[in-house]
């Protein structure tokens, strides 16, 4: 039955995607405009190398405005030109070079040059040895770095001019008018970009507003794209609301503060993962939206993260707790401004309760175990899987080729460390007005806005 209505719900978001293509494919694209945008975070700083880090898909979406990247990923993990028109690496890939595409200019009409762009790079990167030769960068590691141009696709090496004194300027198809940190952002249309001008003259950002802020935005006319809850996006698309979601792009999992001390406390989590019923949490409390998730990286970008399992087993649970004499009670920690996170928090803890474990959900003070979200960041998995291991300060995976088994031996093993449990991946969700027209966006939540046109209010 919940495979059922699963299916149901896709159904009904294709639907109203198919409409929404339809209803945008009635009339051509126009120049002018502005674009409004609502969105949870509230940077302090739009610099790539700090902006991302609060909430890294936004993050990511915002810094693509303003910034570009010397190569990018596409929807398969291949990596495709973008400042950069073609690279190479020597034998042993520790050195690399990158050829830089010709007459790009920054917002402030200053040339893009192979000095600006190793300086960019080695303030982000203290180890990397970048030096500029000529019309391309030339970048020296410590260690073989097969996985080098995923790494810079990471939205944190855009390439940005940073002077003292004077505001930071990027590459990108928009630049800023005006910035009030943490409040508003407005952008306008870069007339010289290096792939096309914009459609829209202007984006127009007002930051910090939760998500029943925006939709009220939404309802009342003052926003054109707003981002939606997961567990609201099957109510919202109900509402008659147009709707669109990327693909799995953030993993929900349980995060041990540290390694697994003895043998009893690595079956402590094991049980603990074992007890959590994904199926039936997805079902109610996500509203039917995710997926139960045992592996680290979704099944898009793997191909074979079903192979990890992700059924609770409260029986082979309670086996397994009736060979530990004495069981710590477990400070489980979570987002007190996320309420899904506090209910999945308590939903969890029932879960545990059954299976022998005691779980105490707290927003404040040192925990054991926390429930966190953690973005895919990149469509290539190698990147992905480096990010999480330096997200929770695991030993970096070793790559030698592209491999699948590699792959799998490497994520297996970052599990078998029992540091995270993980339980679901998600989609994000977007809400947009009828006038929002040539949307697009990759699998891993990018959103390319500057293909966005605005029309008529009526399809």
């Keep these: 039955m919940g ?18 293509a339809s209803s945008s494919a009635d009339t051509r ?7 409004r945008i609502s969105t949870r975070i509230a940077p302090a700083t739009l610099d790539p190398a700090t902006s991302t880090r609060s909430d890294p898909v936004t993050g990511q979406n915002l810094t693509h405005l303003i910034f570009d990247t010397l190569v990018t990923v596409d929807n398969g993990g291949k990596i495709q030109p973008a400042l950069s028109t073609s690279w190479q690496a020597e034998a042993g890939d520790q ?11 920054f917002h402030d009409g200053s040339p893009l040059t192979s000095d600006a ?9 203290r180890t990397w040895n970048v030096s500029p030769n000529r019309d391309s960068v030339i970048i020296e590691l410590d260690a073989p770095t097969q996985d080098l141009p995923g790494r810079l696709a990471l939205p944190q090496n855009a390439i940005a001019r940073r002077s003292p004194g004077v505001k930071i300027v990027g590459t990108g198809p928009f630049q800023i008018s005006d910035w009030q940190p ?6 306008s249309a870069n ?33 054109d794209l707003i981002e939606v809850a997961p567990e609201q996006a099957r109510r919202t698309v109900i509402d008659g609301r147009r709707i669109v979601l990327s693909a799995p792009v953030q993993l929900m999992a349980l995060v041990f503060a540290g390694d697994r001390q003895s043998p009893a406390d690595g079956k402590l989590r094991q049980v603990l993962s074992l007890s959590i019923e994904r199926t039936a949490i997805r079902n109610v409390l996500l509203q039917g939206n995710g997926d139960p998730a045992g592996g680290v990286m979704p099944n898009w970008i793997s191909g074979y993260e079903f192979v990890f399992p992700s059924v ?3 029986r082979r649970a309670q086996e397994i707790r009736s060979e530990v004499p004495r069981a710590p009670a477990w400070r489980l920690g979570y987002d007190l401004n996320d309420p899904l996170a506090k209910l999945i928090a308590e939903r969890i803890a029932l879960n545990a309760r059954d299976a022998g474990i005691t779980l105490q959900p707290s927003v404040s003070g040192a925990t054991d175990v926390r429930l966190v979200r953690i973005s895919v960041a990149s469509a290539d998995p190698r990147v992905m899987l480096t990010n999480v291991a330096a997200t929770l300060g695991l030993p970096q995976p070793k790559f030698s080729g592209n491999s699948v088994e590699e792959l799998y031996q490497a994520e ?11 339980l679901f991946h998600l989609p994000l969700a977007y809400a947009l007005r009828p006038s929002v027209r040539g949307w697009s966006q990759d699998r891993d939540g990018t959103l390319h806005l500057q293909d966005v046109w605005v029309g008529t209010e009526k399809p």
């Excluded at 694209?29 to 674009?35: I, K, R």
């Excluded at 050195?95 to 200019?105: A, E, G, I, N, P």
Aim: glycine share 6%; proline share 3%.
């Design 191 to 223: 007339e010289a970009y290096w792939n096309g001008r914009p459609f829209i003259d202007s984006i127009e950002i007002e930051m910090g507003k939760d998500f029943r802020e925006q939709m009220i935005a939404l309802e009342l006319g003052k926003a």
């Design 312 to 314: 609770s087993n409260v």
């Design 412 to 422: 297996s093993k970052m599990l078998e460390t029992q540091r995270l449990i993980p």
């Design 117 to 125: 762009v190793a300086a960019s790079l080695r303030a982000v990167n």
């Design 182 to 187: 943490g409040k508003t952002l407005i952008l």
């Design 95 to 105: 050195r690399w070079q990158f050829w830089l595409r010709r007459d790009v200019k």
């Design 29 to 35: 694209p126009q120049y002018g405009g502005t674009l």
């Design 3 to 20: 495979d059922m209505k699963h299916t149901a719900w896709q159904s009904l978001v294709v639907a109203s995607l198919l409409i929404a």
